[in-house]
């Protein structure tokens, strides 16, 4: 059970603020989100059909999961902006917001004179915030891409998988999450600069972008050594044993313990302290080299013990390891998890879902539970609100 008490709404930093959402899928929706989490009033506009992502990949109802995901705590308005009403109303709403966010695909926004530039000219304390894929100018700027078109793109594909197969797709859009996480930082920066000078901004972030900085430790490497990184699997190219995946008992782990002080308190807490006196694993460089042999010892050397024995030995060495868990094995309050990071979500068609908050807590409150709108659920409410100014 939680014991802390839920921060109230009024409370959240972001009380007061209002966002209007024009955003499909999932890097716009989830900076939304972020957004509602904080405290801000998001109004997400959906054409007559409602988000893509409400439908995609499923046909229950129109709360898949990718729309389940990323946008609770929203009131949701239908507008069709092709109708000069629906588009006035848009401006109505802009024009009562702090925030904008978007995600369509360069000049889409143009069409219906909601693009940043004109925008800002009539509202310029507003924060306009946009994600492309490619840029907003530029021979790729009008490519439809995802996340997995940045991955590809950026180079982060041909450091995952191994070096004897095809690259990999890292398993999940982590692209497109980063890229919301760039979005609601440099929204959170303008929104603190205009409360100093009353200034708006344009937050501009791309997926490629995005996807090329998050591999700065490769573009180091790149540069210092001037040699290709390249994938091979698990474990760490210039230190050993670093992230190896070592088979237990009855599970796997992976293990860090690559400077020589941390190999010898691993050879000690397993009682294979002769590890120390052969040559193959002497020193960093000599575990490197033959990383494939010294794996096979450790997993030789784990394979009597459970992972539950394994962990507990190395936790009380103070080692670097983690048991490698499948999602139904991941709890609340166990391994570290906080005891409220999920947090209920429910809608008005019967979705009841448990699914992780913010990934941080204010003054260790807890995280509060929230509602998924159906689509237009607020039309009315937000409408009759703009009649009475």
Not at 3 to 22: C, D, M, N, S, W
Not at 59 to 86: C, H, I, T
Not at 119 to 146: D, H
Not at 245 to 268: E, M
Request: hydrophobic letters at 45%; glycine letters at 8%.
């Amino acid at each position: 059970m939680n014991h802390h008490a839920t921060l109230e709404r009024e409370q959240l930093p972001l009380h007061g603020k209002r966002v209007i959402e024009f955003g499909q899928y999932i890097a716009a929706p989830a900076a939304g989100q972020t957004l509602a989490d904080l405290g801000a009033d998001v109004i997400k506009i959906e054409p007559p059909g409602g988000d893509t992502a409400r439908r995609l990949g499923w046909e229950k109802d129109d709360f898949g999961p990718m729309f389940s995901a990323y946008n609770r705590g929203k009131r949701s308005v239908v507008l069709d902006l092709r109708q000069k009403q629906d588009l006035q109303q848009a401006l109505t709403l802009i024009a009562q917001s702090d925030v904008l966010l978007q995600n369509a695909r360069p000049g889409t926004m143009e069409k219906f004179a909601l693009d940043s530039v004109t925008v800002r000219k009539t509202f310029p304390a507003l924060i306009y915030g946009q994600v492309s894929a490619f840029g907003q100018n530029g021979e790729y700027s009008q490519r439809p891409g995802f996340d997995i078109a940045a991955q590809a793109e950026s180079g982060m594909m041909s450091l995952n998988g191994f070096a004897d197969r095809d690259p990999v797709r890292i398993g999940f859009t982590v692209v497109d999450l980063l890229a919301s996480q760039a979005l609601v930082t440099g929204v959170l920066a303008a929104l603190l600069r205009r409360y100093e000078h009353a200034k708006g901004a344009l937050v501009d972030v791309s997926l490629i972008d995005v996807a090329v900085s998050a591999l700065a430790n490769a573009w180091a490497e790149y540069g210092l050594n001037q040699r290709m990184p390249l994938r091979r699997g698990n474990g760490q190219a210039t230190v050993a044993p670093a992230a190896e995946v070592l088979q237990a008992q009855d599970g796997l782990i992976v293990l860090s313990a690559y400077t020589d002080a941390h190999f010898s308190v691993l050879c000690r807490t397993i009682e294979r302290m002769d590890l120390l006196q052969d040559n193959r694993f002497a020193n960093n460089q000599a575990r490197v080299a033959n990383r494939s042999e010294l794996n096979a010892t450790l997993s030789d050397s784990f394979g009597s013990m459970s992972v539950d024995a394994l962990a507990a030995l190395l936790n009380k060495a103070g080692l670097v390891f983690g048991v490698i868990r499948t999602m139904d094995q991941v709890k609340a309050g166990q391994g570290g998890v906080s005891n409220d990071l999920f947090v209920s979500i429910t809608s008005s068609q019967g979705t009841n879902l448990s699914l992780p908050g913010l990934p941080f807590s204010l003054d260790g409150q807890a995280r509060n539970a929230a509602h998924l709108p159906a689509l237009g659920e607020h039309t009315d409410e937000v409408l009759a609100q703009l009649a009475k100014g």
